[in-house]
């Protein structure tokens, strides 16, 4: 296990965390617009921000340590409320831009202030200049002249987090495009396309939804960039671009549920993947507010659950385990007993602490390692 110094998985402790506080309403009946919709940390972590249906940020600020009990993390209270987007109609296109916000990224801080960009496009990815705020230039436009024509969506896109003129983006289709602004300001042509070849016997109805890629991110080193599809967490090489160099299954037990999973539209939904601050191991969401991580070493792998009733102060997360086929252990949860409802779409890792940030509904969990 890597050690825990520097976001790495808590030494000698196999995935040990505990409960550290919860941001959000109890209400049973939630609405729409509250629906947590985007996490993400700053660069030093002590910002964290939350994006939601409705269009709101939240920005969360972490508190001085307590010099009662030095070794304490410090809470994160709210900071500042804001409306990002609001509700439009594009009149000559005859189209609603609904105002849930998709993405929240924190710029590099250059001075005493904050900055960070909100986004919610799925067709084009449009550059910014922070001192040009009338207009934006446009860098992939995949829109086809007929939208009767359209085969495909961006899903994500993301900078290299050291060669500021490389960007990768990924498509519905379950692609991954690299593309270098050296070459040419319009990214109409990638540098490098990466695809996992699939196996014809493998092949169902279903194939092309489940390989639609739902999140990349680079690694800190920039060596390495994570996918998430819907069963699954890819880790590509930057330098091999036929196939991952590693898969994660998430809950490879619901592949037999695809059908019940395609009539209620959950089979669409969108899971997010972060690494955590020394690359070592990767997290991601799942159903019945479940969240899996992933040791790239040791190939240890938990499944935790944000849950308001684990939620007493320091309280310890108990692994759970899915019971897919068979006799059901005590300890397991039938597959067939999942709450399809409860989802953990959207997770963040501390860039340096190992402080995770699990969005559940209009719920916010912050778990920290045991260790500490």
């Known amino acids: 296990m890597a050690g825990a110094g520097g976001g790495g998985c808590p030494a000698g402790n196999d995935f040990q965390w505990c409960f550290s506080q919860v941001k959000g309403a109890v209400d049973e009946d939630v609405a729409e617009a509250d629906i947590i919709s985007t996490v993400e940390f700053n660069y030093s ?68 202030a904050h900055f960070l960009l909100s986004t919610n496009d799925d067709l084009r990815i449009n550059l910014w200049h922070l001192e040009i705020t009338d207009r934006s230039f446009n860098i992939v436009d995949i829109k086809p002249a007929n939208m009767e024509e359209l085969t495909e969506v961006i899903t994500a896109a993301e900078f290299h987090p050291h060669q500021c003129n490389v960007l990768v ?55 390495y960039m994570m996918t998430r599809d819907y069963l699954s967490v890819k880790v590509w090489d930057l330098n091999m671009e036929s196939r991952p160099v590693e898969t994660h299954q998430v809950h490879e037990y619901l592949r037999s549920k695809l059908c ?3 009539e209620n539209d959950c089979i669409f939904d969108k899971f997010e993947c972060c690494w955590n601050g020394s690359d070592s191991a990767v997290m991601t969401g799942s159903y019945n507010n479940f969240f ?16 308001r009733e684990s939620s007493k102060p320091r309280a310890s997360l108990k692994p759970r385990k899915v019971c897919a086929g068979g006799k059901r252990k005590k300890d397991e949860i039938s597959v067939d007993s999942l709450d399809f409802n409860k989802k953990i779409l959207h997770t ?9 940030a699990v969005a559940a509904t209009n719920n916010l969990y912050i778990f920290q390692d045991k260790a500490n």
């Open 45 to 112: 972590g002590d910002l964290l921000a939350t994006g939601d249906k409705g269009g709101r940020v939240v920005i969360f600020q972490r508190e001085q340590e307590n010099k009662i009990r030095p070794h304490s993390r410090g809470e994160y209270n709210v900071y500042s409320t804001f409306q990002s987007h609001e509700p439009e109609f594009d009149y000559l296109k005859s189209l609603e831009i609904e105002e849930k916000i998709n993405k929240i990224r924190w710029l590099p801080q250059q001075n005493a």
């Open 260 to 262: 019940s999973l395609y």
């Open 292 to 307: 899996r991580m992933f040791d790239r070493s040791t190939r240890r792998d938990v499944t935790l659950e944000a849950s």
């Open 169 to 223: 983006y990924s498509s519905s289709k379950g692609t991954i495009r690299l593309c270098d602004m050296r070459s040419s300001a319009l990214c109409d042509r990638h540098s490098k396309f990466f695809e996992e070849p699939e196996d014809p016997s493998s092949r169902s109805f279903f194939s092309e939804i489940i390989s639609s890629i739902s999140d990349v991110k680079f690694s800190h080193s920039g060596r």
């Open 348 to 356: 963040a890792w501390h860039p340096v602490d190992n402080v995770i």
